[in-house]
Structure formats: structure tokens, C-alpha cells
């Protein structure tokens, strides 16, 4: 009787873990065959590291959109959505020189949602909060940034400190910096009388 | 041939004359005295008395004091720097320096100077271009090194001024006082960094591009004959602002705290990036500081 109480025991408990390992991993997004939902859809509890970094609120001015562009789903609302790659007919102004060999359109713009960026994790994010799709490959310069070390600094040293988004001096689509004509040099000693 | 007793003159008179000398260095210099309540601000009146005689225009002089625990830095970013000359300018406005450019007026004055250096030589005074002025900036192969007073802890220029117009205050930065500097000029000679510069004529201001809002030892109009220099906006940073010249950067080169703060940036960038200070053989210490960002 004692030996089929543990043969029954020895055969439940190992499947009654992999049933608790389960339900903490949830899907497994390298193995699964179509892209990882959303953490909200996919029934996942954020974790308190991420409630912790929303908390960090950086005073910055709206985001420098495009006048007449946004917001974008007034156009792509009735556009089939495309996730090929290819050159696009629309925006022929924009000059992509953003590691183009890799990236496109549709690593950062969600396909569905047109007026909101798509972190690698899938949230979708307003442009007011570009700094952390930025971030996602930029780390040493978004950690420069959070402590006002990387980009303009205004406001006040001691107080309020006025924050820019990365994309009011980088072109998110051609990221270098571009040259400037510099101001007169100073007098020469021999022009000066 | 000396005689013995022209010998044991001499060495009296010798010994005489140099405890008296010593005599003399051991007596503290009591010539000056700060000014009381009183007379500051019968002073802040007057000058802007004169200035409104002067200028046809209101313009406030304040004598803001430092504020307690603090010790202003700054930082500067070499690799972003790119010598666009914004900060030159924006300080011009800020502090009321002389202007020029044109026929009449060719002495202008600027607190900063940008020199544009070989990437290939480093940081090198004798090669640098203090007048580069091509159609853009940056100069392939090229970087560019802004230098304005560095406030140093321990300044020469202030040690050499025979009339003791120049000072530190309390929150680090180097000061002077336009009324009472003769302009004899030794501190420009005892700065290394070239920081200071001389009013040889009487400074143009054209009153509608003057700064209203001015400090006693800061940007308030200067005259003839007196040594100016930067002091970190001195009008500005006492009241919790950045500077000028960090506020107009537009690559975000300039960076500016409280070095006692722990948690500004100036002290994230000493502890966490590759800094170094000007000239540190000679002992000055500033608290100007350039890193590689």
C-alpha cells in the first residue's frame, strides 16, 4: 500500500512543477514560432523596475514632429499596411542614414499604430517619450543623458533642469550632428589700431 | 684690502637691514576692509547713478553673495566641442563686453577664446589657430579647445595684484573690482591660461545691446584702463541659472555644478569620465575642467 502511495507521489511531483516553471516563464519568445505579443496581451505582470523608471519624468518640449505629418494615422489609417522593405514612394524627404543597412521604418514605427514607436519589447511608446526607444541601443549616452551629462542642459544648476529629447538635435533618420558655419574669429593684434 | 672693522660694519648693517625686512613682512596687510551693509549699498547706487548718466538706461547692479555649500566647476566636453564660437558671443551679450567689428570700434573684447588644434598634435598652444573661420565647423582632423578663466583654487593673478582689486569669493570664483584695479596688468602676465583681458580703450556698449542685469563683480559695465575675465556668470549662477555660454552650446559640450554636490553633474562627469585640468604642472588647480564625453 506504502510503496503505491510514493510510486503515485514520485510521478505527480515532477509534472506539478513543470506546471508552476510554466506559468512563470509564460511564452517563450526565442522559441515560439510568431513574434511575442505585447507584454500587457501576453498577460504579463510589469516588473517593478520599469513602475519604477515611468515614475522618472524628464521635463522635456514637445517632440519636434514633422508640421503637417502627425498625426500619422490620418494618412496610414487607410493603408494596407506593408512590413516588406523596400523604398518607400511617401516621404521621399527623409534621408535614412541610421545604420541603413539594418534598420528600416518598421524597427522603431509600430505597423499597426502609426502614432506611437515600438520598443524591441513591443510597447508602444508617444514620440514625447522617444528618449527610451533611444536608449534601447544608445545605453552609455541615455544614462548621460538621465543625469543632464549628455545634451543641452538649461533651467537652473541648482533646481529645475530643462531636458531635450534626442531627436531636437539628432535627426532620428540621419542621427549625426551637422556642421555649423562658426561665428567671426576675434581680432587680430596688428588690426586692432 | 677690508679691514676688520669695515667687515663687522657691514655685516651689522646687513643683518640690520634684513630683520627690518622680515619686520616688515610680518605685519599683516591691513589695507583693505569689506564694505559694510551701508556702504554697499550706497555704492550700488551710485554706480547705478553713473550708469543711467552714462548710458541714458536703467540698469540694476545687484552684489548677490554666494550661497552656502557650494563651490562652482565646470566641465568641458573635447570630443563634442566643435568650435562653432555660439558661446563666444552668447557671452559677449551676457556680459557687457566691449564690442567691435567695425572701423572705429576694433577692440573687442571676448572672455573666451576657441582654438582649433591638429588631432594629430593634441593640445598644442604654439600650432594652434586662434582665427580659423572656414565655411563649417568641425575641420576634418581637427578639435577644438575653448579656454576662459579657469577659477583656480589657488590663482597666481591674484597673488600678484599689488592693490588687491582681485580676489576669490567663497564660492570659488575669481573676482575684481572694476573701481578700485589700476590696471597695472600683472595679472594678465601671472595667468597662464590667458584668461584676462584689458579695456585699452574706453569700451563700446551700445546702450540697446546692453545686459540690464548685472552683478558688482560681475557684467556690469566696465571702463577704461581695468582687467575683465569670465566669472562663470557670476549674475546668473548665484541665482541657481547655468551660464551663458552652457545654456547656448549647442552640442551640449559645457557642463556646469556645485562640486560639493555629490549628486551634480559636474561631479558625475570628475568621477565617472577621462577629465584632465590645463597646465596642472603649475599648481593652480582650476575648476575648469575638459573631459572626453
Given at each position: ?148 551629462v549628455?545634451g543641452k542642459r538649461t533651467?537652473?544648476w ?36 | ?72 566647476g565646470y566641465a568641458l566636453d573635447l570630443?563634442r566641442c566643435?568650435?562653432c564660437?555660439r558661446c563666444v558671443?552668447a557671452c ?20 573666451i577664446?576657441v ?31 575653448p579656454?576662459q ?83 562663470f556668470c ?8 547655468y551660464p551663458a555660454c552652457v545654456e547656448v552650446c549647442p552640442v551640449g559640450a559645457r557642463k556646469f555644478g ?7 553633474e559636474i561631479?558625475?562627469i ?18 575648469f575642467f575638459y573631459y572626453?564625453g
Amino acid at each position: 500500500m506504502l510503496r503505491w502511495l510514493f510510486a503515485i507521489i514520485f510521478l505527480v511531483l515532477p509534472t506539478a512543477c513543470e506546471k508552476e516553471h510554466r506559468a512563470i516563464e509564460g511564452v517563450d519568445p526565442f522559441h515560439a514560432e510568431n513574434p511575442p505579443l505585447p507584454p500587457q496581451e501576453r498577460g504579463l505582470i510589469p516588473i517593478q523596475k520599469e513602475e519604477k523608471e515611468k515614475k522618472e519624468q524628464f521635463p522635456v518640449p514637445p517632440p519636434p514632429l514633422s508640421e503637417g505629418i502627425y498625426p500619422c494615422s490620418s494618412c496610414h489609417a487607410e493603408i494596407e499596411p506593408n512590413p516588406k522593405r523596400r523604398k518607400l514612394e511617401f516621404h521621399e524627404d527623409i534621408v535614412f542614414e541610421h545604420d541603413e543597412e539594418h534598420r528600416w521604418c518598421l524597427d522603431c514605427h509600430d505597423i499597426k499604430n502609426r502614432d506611437k514607436l515600438r520598443l524591441a519589447n513591443g510597447e508602444l511608446i508617444g514620440f514625447e517619450e522617444s528618449y527610451r526607444l533611444c536608449g534601447q541601443c544608445h545605453g552609455p549616452q541615455y544614462r548621460d543623458w538621465k543625469v543632464g551629462v549628455h545634451g543641452k542642459r538649461t533651467g537652473m544648476w541648482k533646481g529645475e533642469k530643462e531636458y531635450l529629447l534626442c531627436a531636437h538635435c539628432h535627426n532620428p533618420h540621419s542621427p549625426r550632428f551637422k556642421p555649423l558655419k562658426p561665428k567671426p574669429p576675434p581680432a587680430r593684434p596688428e588690426d586692432i589700431r | 684690502m677690508i679691514n676688520r672693522r669695515e667687515f663687522v660694519k657691514t655685516l651689522t648693517s646687513f643683518f640690520a637691514l634684513s630683520a627690518l625686512g622680515c619686520g616688515k613682512l610680518l605685519v599683516p596687510r591691513k589695507r583693505l576692509r569689506e564694505m559694510n551693509r551701508e556702504e554697499l549699498k550706497e555704492t550700488l547706487a551710485r554706480l547705478e547713478r553713473e550708469y543711467r548718466k552714462k548710458y541714458g538706461k536703467e540698469i540694476k547692479v545687484y552684489s548677490t553673495p554666494p550661497q552656502e555649500g557650494t563651490l562652482f566647476g565646470y566641465a568641458l566636453d573635447l570630443n563634442r566641442c566643435i568650435g562653432c564660437r555660439r558661446c563666444v558671443y552668447a557671452c559677449v551679450r551676457e556680459n557687457n563686453q566691449s564690442r567691435g567689428g567695425s572701423e572705429k570700434h576694433n577692440m573687442p573684447v571676448h572672455w573666451i577664446k576657441v582654438f582649433e588644434m591638429d588631432k594629430r598634435k593634441g593640445v598644442d598652444f604654439v600650432e594652434a589657430n586662434l582665427y580659423y573661420n572656414p565655411e563649417e565647423v568641425p575641420q576634418e582632423g581637427h578639435f577644438y579647445m575653448p579656454v576662459q578663466c579657469h577659477q583656480c583654487e589657488n590663482p597666481p593673478c591674484v597673488k600678484v595684484c599689488p592693490v588687491g582689486a582681485t580676489w576669490k569669493e567663497r564660492d570659488g570664483i575669481v573676482v575684481i573690482d572694476y573701481n578700485w584695479c589700476i590696471g597695472c596688468r600683472y595679472c594678465m602676465v601671472a595667468c597662464p591660461y590667458g584668461a584676462r583681458h584689458f579695456n585699452w580703450t574706453e569700451p563700446y556698449l551700445p546702450p540697446d545691446e546692453i545686459n540690464t542685469n548685472t552683478h558688482l563683480l560681475g557684467n556690469r559695465p566696465r571702463y577704461k584702463g581695468v582687467v575683465e575675465k569670465c566669472t562663470f556668470c557670476i549674475h546668473r549662477v548665484r541665482l541657481g541659472r547655468y551660464p551663458a555660454c552652457v545654456e547656448v552650446c549647442p552640442v551640449g559640450a559645457r557642463k556646469f555644478g556645485n562640486l560639493l554636490d555629490p549628486k551634480s553633474e559636474i561631479r558625475y562627469i570628475i568621477e565617472n569620465k577621462r577629465i584632465f585640468v590645463l597646465k596642472e604642472e603649475l599648481n593652480t588647480l582650476p575648476k575648469f575642467f575638459y573631459y572626453y564625453g
